[in-house]
């Protein structure tokens, strides 16, 4: 039975400032309105891309989408950051409304977005849990049934009559999670982008959502973690620039979203007039290139990355080298190499480096180059920062834990138990 | 378990009519834990608490019967011009409230709202009913007021029938300031000025309503101007009913219904109209 029907769903956005001059904008538009003219303001931007700067004043989040979720399944959501995903849970969950298009829902929809929504500070946890669960659509008969449950689930019994701004923050999500879990929807949302950044919140919901399904509810995956959505779901779709690019089952859609990644993220190439840098050097491109042993065009846990760096030097007999930083997301610098010593003399002229980095080596994750071009291995010419940005995906076998890995390197060390 | 399932179609907008009165009752809990809230968390961590309902409107009054009482002399016929006052802020500041609160709701909600569907109305609905609260603590120290300067033969008193009626004027206040304040907080979400022309216009409202002057003070075309503010007719109603002044208005009472009721209406689509769409305004 299909549970989620999505036919030729429409969002569009409109962009920049809402509401300077939109009084005499609305005034002119219905003016040209009712004298049956077009609409003087409506420029509408080809596709979503938040890589270049949309040309119209509206864009459209998501163009088309169709696709339908039988009882008890399953469904993994992937895409990048503004590929839409989003802003369809928002429709789905009827924060906003669609521009155009129909979905049809059979039964109740909760979102495990909304953990803590409404939360009153001032408030103790047992009128929380009443108010929130309220929020969420339950009534007060309902709550009252399932307190002492959430209570126990949410282990802050002690703390029950306490306000809860003098909760930790781990009670405090707890019991906000607590509510959430006891809702007990037909179309459970899960999106796992939000929950980022606590482990055991995390597997919460991952058990909570293996439990929904189990109990034959349907239950919709919006995740990042390629793992979890291979290992958790039957069936994904791939939203890119606000289309569904593919679907089907979880390894299919996830390899199609590892080769579809932005190539251009993975290089920049410049004009000598344009390039970044100053009177003693400019730089002309870098590129990363994944080296695998399949050939594929994926940066994951497995495969070497290979940096070319082609840059212009003013200087002349310049004895320099270049100094590489690797970078993490979250700014700490994962490490530093050099190029050869003692460094070569370089003439006039175009310069290639090429630097690669072995697989197995860096975690999962985000990460960026920056590098200098330095003198005498004393004094840099220039600072080309942040000249590349990257995302490594996980890709492991043979383990049931989908958490990531902490940590920035994940080197392949010998590592046994022997019997 | 199949029969509880209930079906819903998302479709872009719905029908102007569409607006789910019926979907409210469905979350009347959530309205009264609203109220609750709104209670709770206001005076929580004052010390006077709800003292508060009591010490504004004497202040108030005070001030008033030294302004406009004792230095502009305005004459409250034969009302003690303090409790003249007294009365009209009480009536006055439930529906203000009612009001200005109730016009926030959308931008005061953002964050919320962005999150979780739950009908919106639920939030002035229950801000009109916190309201009721303080105008209950209100009234009574009004009563109680009344009493000393009835007892003390500063005042005299002459309750009339008419005075049954006054759940009617608390209901049309409410209905009114729930009615404008609606239609406010949706139009806000688009022209964000109009926040800052209801915060003094509610004030100058007050000086059009006749609080801190009977509507018999004035004539000519001030008078007639008066007659279309739909609050005059409930002030000067419920201090006829309370002192035998001025005269019972069944016409204006008509007029302010009906006003109440368009205007009611009016906010209602037009509340509904916005609420679809103002996640992607703000």
């Known amino acids: 039975m299909e549970v989620i029907k999505v036919e030729h769903l429409y969002k569009q956005y409109r962009l920049g400032q809402v509401g300077t001059g939109s009084l005499i904008q609305d005034i002119n538009r219905w003016w040209h309105k009712i004298r049956g003219n077009e609409d003087p303001y409506e420029v509408i931007s080809e596709i979503n891309d938040r890589t270049t700067q949309a040309k119209g004043d509206f864009v459209w989040a998501l163009e088309d989408i169709n696709f339908t979720v039988n009882q008890g399944e399953v469904l993994g959501i992937i895409g990048r950051n503004g590929a839409g995903k989003s802003s369809l849970l928002k429709i789905l969950s009827k924060v906003t409304s669609p521009t155009n298009g129909k979905i049809t829902l059979n039964g109740r929809v909760a979102s495990l977005l909304e953990v803590g929504t409404g939360f009153n500070p001032e408030l103790t946890g047992r009128e929380n849990i009443y108010l929130n669960g309220a929020i969420l659509g339950m009534t007060k008969k309902e709550i009252a049934r399932k307190f002492d449950e959430i209570v ?70 919006v995740s990042h973690n390629m793992e979890a959505v291979k290992n958790l779901c039957a069936r994904a779709i791939l939203l890119e620039h606000g289309t569904i690019v593919s679907e089907g089952s979880p390894s299919h859609v996830i390899e199609s979203y590892l080769n579809n990644r932005n190539k251009a993220d993975w290089g920049r190439c410049y004009d000598e007039h344009e390039a970044p840098g100053n009177e003693f050097t400019r730089l002309k491109s870098i590129a990363l290139k994944p080296l695998r042993e399949d050939g594929k065009p994926m940066i994951t846990v497995k495969s070497s990355l290979e940096i070319n760096i082609s840059f212009w ?90 958490g990531k890995f902490p940590g920035f390197v994940r080197p392949n060390i010998d590592f046994k138990i022997s019997s | 378990m199949e029969t509880l399932r209930k079906i819903e179609v998302i479709t872009p907008k719905r029908g102007m009519f569409d607006v789910r009165l019926h979907e409210l009752w469905g979350y009347r809990d959530l309205i009264l834990l609203f109220v609750r809230r709104d209670f709770v968390a206001q005076y929580k961590q004052t010390i006077l608490g709800p003292l508060w309902f009591i010490i504004q409107p004497v202040l108030t ?175 000067e109603n419920v201090r006829y009913s309370i002192y035998g002044i001025g005269q019972f208005d069944a016409f204006g009472l008509l007029y302010t219904a009906s006003f109440t009721l368009i205007v009611l209406i009016f906010g209602i689509l037009v509340f509904n109209r916005i609420e679809q769409s103002f996640m992607d305004t703000v």
Request: charge should be neutral.
């Open chain 1, 152 to 221: 126990s689930f949410s282990g802050v019994e002690k703390y029950i009559d306490t306000p809860v701004k003098r909760y930790s923050s781990g009670m405090y999500v707890r019991l906000a999670f607590a509510v959430a879990a006891h809702l007990e929807p037909e179309i459970l949302i899960v999106d796992e982008v939000l929950a980022v950044g606590d482990v055991d919140f995390q597997k919460k919901c991952i058990g909570k959502m293996k439990d929904v399904a189990g109990a034959g509810r349907t239950v919709l995956f």
């Open chain 2, 61 to 235: 009054a005070i001030m008033f019967y030294v302004v406009f009482g004792k230095i502009a002399a305005i004459p409250t016929q034969h009302v003690h011009p303090f409790l003249f006052y007294f009365t009209g802020l009480t009536v006055w500041s439930y529906f203000s409230e009612c009001f200005t609160k109730t016009s926030g709701t959308f931008v005061a909600n953002a964050n919320l709202f962005g999150k979780v569907y739950f009908p919106r109305l639920t939030v002035p609905i229950s801000i009109v009913i916190s309201g009721l609260f303080k105008l209950l603590i209100q009234l009574l120290i009004l009563i109680v007021l009344i009493g000393i300067f009835s007892l003390s033969g500063i005042q005299h008193i002459s309750i009339h029938w008419t005075l049954v009626l006054f759940p009617v004027y608390v209901i049309l206040m409410a209905f009114m300031g729930l009615g404008l304040g609606i239609l406010f907080s949706a139009l806000t979400t688009k022209y964000r000025d109009l926040s800052f022309l209801l915060t003094f216009g509610v004030q100058l409202l007050m000086y059009a309503t006749p609080i801190i002057y009977p509507l018999s003070f004035t004539s000519g075309r001030i008078h007639d101007a008066l007659a279309y503010n739909p609050l005059t007719s409930i002030l």
């Open chain 1, 313 to 402: 030097n003013y200087v002349e007999d310049l004895v320099a080298n270049l100094s590489l930083h690797l970078y993490a997301a979250t700014g700490e610098c994962v490490f530093n190499v050099i190029t050869q010593l003692p460094p070569p003399t370089l003439g006039v002229g175009l310069h290639h480096a090429r630097c690669v980095i072995p697989k197995e080596l860096l975690n999962s994750g985000i990460f960026y180059v920056s590098f200098m071009l330095v003198q005498d291995t004393a004094k840099p010419l220039f600072n080309f920062d942040e000249v590349l940005t990257f995302e490594v995906e996980e890709e492991r076998e043979n383990t049931n834990w989908h």
